[in-house]
């Protein structure tokens, strides 16, 4: 089982920068060695999307909408990872969510943090 914590959401200004962070914990021993992490977003009436993700290799990935504007890291020595968010736009405003997937064997997910993109 995998425990997924986010934190780091709030207020921010279009053209600022928040940074996001995901604790992982349970019993799933180097987690990050075994789970694609990724983090994903929900606007209002929207589907969940994905946002960024790192696999196991360290091989990344984005959505077109936020290439070259966040990204996304880990901390292997702490269970964490992290999105950093620049230059953000109002239509980034969104829940965003921490994500731990390792296909059939475990889909896990954190309770999700608010981003509002707002002058």
């Known amino acids: 089982q995998v425990q997924l914590v986010e934190s780091g959401g709030g207020l921010v200004q279009p053209g600022g920068s928040l940074r996001l962070s995901c604790a992982a914990s349970?019993?799933?021993?180097?987690?990050?060695?075994?789970?694609?992490m990724g983090w994903y977003r929900q606007a209002p009436g929207k589907q969940r999307e994905l946002v960024a993700r790192i696999t196991p290799g360290g091989f990344t990935n984005y959505a077109d909408s936020v290439k070259g504007r966040f990204t996304i890291s880990r901390d292997t020595t702490k269970n964490m990872v992290y999105l950093q968010m620049d230059s953000l736009k109002p239509e980034d405003t969104a829940v965003y969510y921490c994500?731990?997937?390792?296909?059939?064997?475990?889909?896990?997910w954190g309770q999700g943090t608010q981003v509002t993109v707002s002058s």
């Open positions: 349970g019993s799933i021993f180097a987690i990050f060695s075994t789970h694609v």
């Open positions: 994500n731990a997937n390792q296909g059939r064997v475990g889909d896990y």
